[in-house]
């Protein structure tokens, strides 16, 4: 990162396990849940941002303490995860190098979620997955951005304010755009769909913003040639890769392509985009999420209108899924258990994970730091292996952190 930050106050906080109450028609993944089910946030793997915060790893899944409220969405950044409850609050919990709690505070870690400390009557309804790196963001109920976190590269499209702490934000601050229904980070970049446009801001390393160069802005600028006339129902993003799906079931990416991320039959970094290219896929797309954390790694997961499950990019630790450890540049089919059928995706670093209709969590890929919550001493997984026997209605990681939300009985808890 291109900061220079002064001394941090660490301040370290005890846990006190609390469970939450989560929300059916958000968590709509699995075969409907009660909306009075007691549910719980989950996270195993290991945060990190200066390297990973091996105090913090987990290989199996945690209880989060401290989250008071019903929750609807979680998400999860590089160093961080984030829930969002019924009341509009966000919490947040992990590595605070940068001020990601948003609660005014810089601190070493903390393992109990900390209220994110938003301006008095914004409610906030929609968390980006993933965040960008060592930042966060938001989407309030009026179609606000908000951001906080390290602003690195400007991908919290704000201005620099001088001072002490300059480059980093330690609430959240409103993002000059309005209209906003959907966002995304990581690394150095963020995407935001507002009244119909996508909008890019950030490190352009790459033709990461697919703005038609590699230019960086900390200023929001227009995403180039995606079709006008098709709303766009999702935004991914990844270590130097962005995507964007549309309302027809058309997917489009942009951005580093070393091991085929973009899906289209080339590989290499001379064939990076820095515009949209659409990924042919055997049917109409309806769930997609792009995972890497590095110029190593970098694949994409897509869930098609079929049920079947694709992937494409990089695989060294067999996290397309499909048996192999051979990355591809084109789309391969994910070898599912016999009868089981994903109805929610995510990826992480090395690593992707599927919810099935009973809310079992499958996960495979890279497992060197726990990521598939097996607690299996594994370092790799090339096909789906069951992730315990919790059942969950979300899952989502970034890098080697991983959160999910578990719906779990009473005696569960004791």
Known sequence: MRHKLSAIALVLTAPLVLTAWCSASALAATSSPSS???????RWGVPGSRGAVTQLERTTPT???GIT?????????????????????????????????????????????????????????????????????AIDSRGHAWGW?????????????????????LRPRQLPLTGVSL????RTHSLFYSKGTVYACGSGEDGVLGTGSTASTSTPVRVAGLPAATRVTALTSSWEGSGALLSNGDYYDWGYNADGQLGNGSTGTGTNSDAPVKVRLPSAVRQVFQGGSGPTNGQTIAVLANGSVWTWGANKSGQLGNGSTASSDVPVSVH??????????????????GIDRQGRLWAWGDNRQGQLGTGSSAHRETTPVSAGNLRFTQVSSTARNVAGVARVSYGSLM
């Open 149 to 169: 976190g390290l602003d690195a590269d400007g991908d919290l499209c704000l201005p620099t304010l001088p001072g002490l702490n300059a480059g980093v934000e």
């Open 63 to 65: 209880a989060v303490a």
């Open 69 to 137: 409220g019903r929750v609807v969405q979680i998400a999860t950044s590089n160093s961080d995860g984030y829930a969002l409850t019924s009341n509009g609050s966000v919490w947040a919990w992990g590595v605070d190098n940068y001020g990601e709690l948003g609660n005014g505070t810089v601190r070493l870690d903390s393992v109990q979620a900390v209220r994110v400390g938003f301006p008095k009557g914004v409610k906030i309804v929609a968390l980006p997955d993933p965040m960008p790196f060592d930042g966060a963001l």
């Open 336 to 353: 599912l258990p016999k009868g089981v059928t994903f109805v929610k995706v995510n990826s992480g670093g090395d690593t992707c994970f």
């Open 36 to 42: 009075s089910a007691p549910t719980t946030v989950y």
């Open 183 to 186: 966002a995304t980070g990581a």
